[in-house]
Each structure stands twice: as C-alpha cells, then as structure tokens.
C-alpha cells in the first residue's frame, strides 16, 4: 500500500462491511469519500455540519480523529441516536493516523 493511501472499514446500515483505500494527500472529508465510494449519504448540507445527515459511529480509532467543534456538538444534540461515539463524517479529515479506523454509517436516508 502506497504511503499516502489507509485502509479504513466501513459498516453500512444494512450491517454490511467494507474496506476501503482512502487517499490521505486529497482534501475530501470523509462525507465526500463515503459518497465518492457509492454510500448513500445525503449530505443535504453540503458538509457544513447543519444537517447531521452524514452521521457515523466511530467504532474504532476515535482517539485518532480530532475533538468535535461546538457547531458539531450541537448538531450531534439534536440526534435521538447519537452517543459519546458519534460524529458527522463532514467534520472529518483524513491523515495517516487514521489508518484502521472503522466506522457505522447511521446518518438518515431519504
């Protein structure tokens, strides 16, 4: 695997898992590449964390991912399934200490 490539695994809200390639030298959030990767995030916002339609769960690696803003706080408090393991994936960048990060696609579908 090429330096600047991580693999990260994603569960889908039918249970299915994945592994994907994530390229870390792009300045996409994870919300981009979870649509660019097919997954049906509505992302209604346009990734400016008002919408919460791209929430996941951290499963594993939160402790590598940066704290949330208060704006993501916020958006998170107003989820009657969100938990001290959710984020909104728009909040989300990608470097290489995310590598095996794995997460729970929750956000609502249409």
């Known amino acids: 695997m090429e330096d600047n490539l991580i693999e990260i695994e994603i569960e889908d809200r039918d249970g299915s898992l994945q592994r994907i390639e994530v390229p870390t ?15 049906d995030i509505l992302a209604t916002c ?5 919408c919460a ?4 769960e951290i499963k594993q690696g939160a402790e590598n991912l940066p704290l949330p803003n208060d ?3 916020d ?6 399934n969100a938990d001290d393991r959710s ?24």
Request: net charge negative; charged share 20%.
């Open 46 to 50: 346009g990734g400016m964390a008002l």
């Open 25 to 39: 030298d792009i300045n996409l959030n994870l919300m981009e590449i979870l649509k660019a990767s097919d997954y």
């Open 71 to 73: 704006q993501e706080l």
């Open 75 to 80: 958006m998170l408090d107003t989820l009657p």
């Open 87 to 110: 984020r909104l994936a728009c909040q989300l960048h990608l470097t290489e200490i995310n590598k095996g990060l794995s997460l729970k696609i929750k956000g609502a579908l249409q």
């Open 53 to 56: 339609t791209c929430h996941v």
